[in-house]
């Protein structure tokens, strides 16, 4: 089967597209947040950016952040109280970014980053 030109001008175009789209989608899901237990939702998760070097070196696993939310759903502190240490700044960094909902008081949650 021969295709025109044309046609092969716009497959590499729509392959210049989704093929950095496809690596965007996959670098975000290879650091997904587990789940965050406690009394608030999540409004806004800013995935962890996998550490390169934990990358090269196949690290994988769970790393368990503790939060202190304030009442308006800012992180105010984030600290690894379990997983790999070459994954806990990664995690630390992500969940400093993220948004809770509104609450009465000062609350804190407990997060789980997978890093696979």
């Known amino acids: 089967m021969a295709f025109s030109a044309r046609t092969k ?3 590499r175009f729509v392959a210049s597209i989704v093929i950095p789209s496809a ?3 996959l670098a975000t899901f290879m650091a997904v947040p587990a789940h965050a237990a406690g009394d608030r939702e999540v409004k806004s998760r800013v995935a962890p950016v996998y550490p390169e070097l934990a990358k090269r070196m196949k690290i994988t696993g769970a790393v368990k952040i503790e939060a202190k939310v304030n009442p308006d ?3 105010l502190e984030a600290k690894a109280i ?5 994954l806990e700044p990664a995690a630390e960094d992500a969940v400093r970014k993220w948004k809770f ?5 000062v609350s804190t ?4 980053i997978n890093f696979q």
Request: a negative charge; glycine letters at 14%.
């Open 109 to 112: 949650e407990q997060i789980e």
């Open 9 to 11: 001008t716009a497959l």
């Open 73 to 75: 759903g800012n992180v």
């Open 23 to 25: 690596f965007v989608v």
């Open 82 to 86: 379990s997983g790999n240490r070459m």
């Open 101 to 105: 909902e509104s609450g009465a008081a």
